[in-house]
């Protein structure tokens, strides 16, 4: 079982933005998670960040990722008295492997309103525990499913193109650090977009990993263990799948939401 807190440090190489971090293996799905990976960048920007309240992350995945050393680079690229905007560039033998863009600000006076309203779904203490699969990303978060239904690998029909599901970290379910905190829906809005999308395909001939994700954090809740996600592919056409996710505390406030973009390619040994 991998530990999010763990497998995500970051080591100080020289200081000037320069960090290394090893990629785990815990978190493997096809190869390491983009979410994870994006995590990661995340976790790097808040080493340098002033202002310890990330609000938006934007990444494009450039080439798979092994399961070695990680280099990375933060640059500062503009820095306010409110908000900031970092640049993180991951590298694998000075190849670039993914880069970001990291917003923070400062919480201040400004106007409020919360129309967000959560999914009307039983909560996790009502349903079953609902394992994925043996792979080992699927060991570090226990799920508890909404719909049993869409965890099965063979399709006999279509279904709709949507994932709702509760998530719970483990070994450690929270965290104090707000950029880990924030990983912790990145990671989810990244990994559901191939889970939603593949409902609405009986046995399809193609996988799709994400070429993207983007991230809007709108609040915290390290207090609260059981985040529930919901993703939803609307559109797939011209060989992308569009998705947009959204995770909800189990007070049912809007932590995050975010999106990303799918490219499919021909499932190994399909055809």
């Known amino acids: 079982m991998g530990d999010f807190e763990v497998d995500t440090r970051l080591e100080s190489v020289g200081g000037?933005?320069?960090?290394?971090?090893?990629?785990?293996?815990?978190?493997?799905?096809?190869?390491?998670?983009?979410?994870?990976?994006?995590?990661?960048?995340?976790?790097?920007?808040?080493?340098?960040?002033?202002?310890?309240?990330?609000?938006?992350?934007?990444?494009?995945?450039?080439?798979?990722?092994?399961?070695?050393?990680?280099?990375?680079?933060?640059?500062?690229?503009?820095?306010?008295?409110?908000?900031?905007?970092?640049?993180?560039?991951?590298?694998?033998?000075?190849?670039?492997?993914?880069?970001?863009?990291?917003?923070?600000?400062?919480?201040?006076?400004?106007?409020?309103?919360?129309?967000?309203?959560?999914?009307?779904?039983?909560?996790?203490?009502?349903?079953?525990?609902?394992?994925?699969?043996?792979?080992?990303?699927?060991?570090?978060?226990?799920?508890?499913?909404?719909?049993?239904?869409?965890?099965?690998?063979?399709?006999?029909?279509?279904r709709a193109p949507r994932w709702v599901e509760w998530y719970r970290f483990r070994p450690r379910a929270t965290f104090d650090d707000p950029f880990l905190e924030a990983g912790r829906a990145l990671l989810l809005l990244d990994t559901l977009t191939w889970p939603a999308a593949v409902q609405a395909h009986v046995d399809p001939d193609y996988i799709a990993p994400n070429l993207d994700v983007s991230a809007w954090f709108h609040r915290g809740a390290p207090e609260r263990a059981w985040l529930l996600a919901e993703c939803d592919c609307a559109v797939a056409e011209g060989g992308t799948m569009g998705t947009t996710a959204r995770v909800w505390s189990d007070e049912g406030q809007l932590l995050a939401s975010g999106g990303a973009q799918l490219l499919c390619t021909p499932r190994p040994g399909a055809g």
């Open 16 to 158: 000037e933005g320069r960090y290394r971090a090893a990629l785990s293996e815990d978190w493997k799905i096809w190869g390491p998670s983009g979410g994870y990976l994006a995590a990661i960048l995340l976790r790097a920007a808040g080493c340098e960040a002033r202002i310890a309240r990330p609000i938006s992350f934007s990444c494009h995945f450039l080439r798979f990722a092994r399961f070695d050393e990680l280099v990375l680079r933060v640059e500062v690229v503009q820095s306010a008295r409110r908000t900031e905007s970092l640049r993180v560039q991951a590298l694998q033998d000075d190849r670039p492997v993914a880069e970001a863009l990291v917003r923070t600000a400062q919480p201040g006076p400004g106007l409020e309103h919360d129309v967000a309203r959560a999914p009307d779904v039983p909560g996790p203490e009502a349903l079953r525990a609902s394992p994925h699969s043996d792979l080992p990303f699927w060991q570090n978060i226990e799920t508890r499913a909404v719909w049993p239904e869409a965890l099965q690998q063979e399709r006999v029909e279509p």
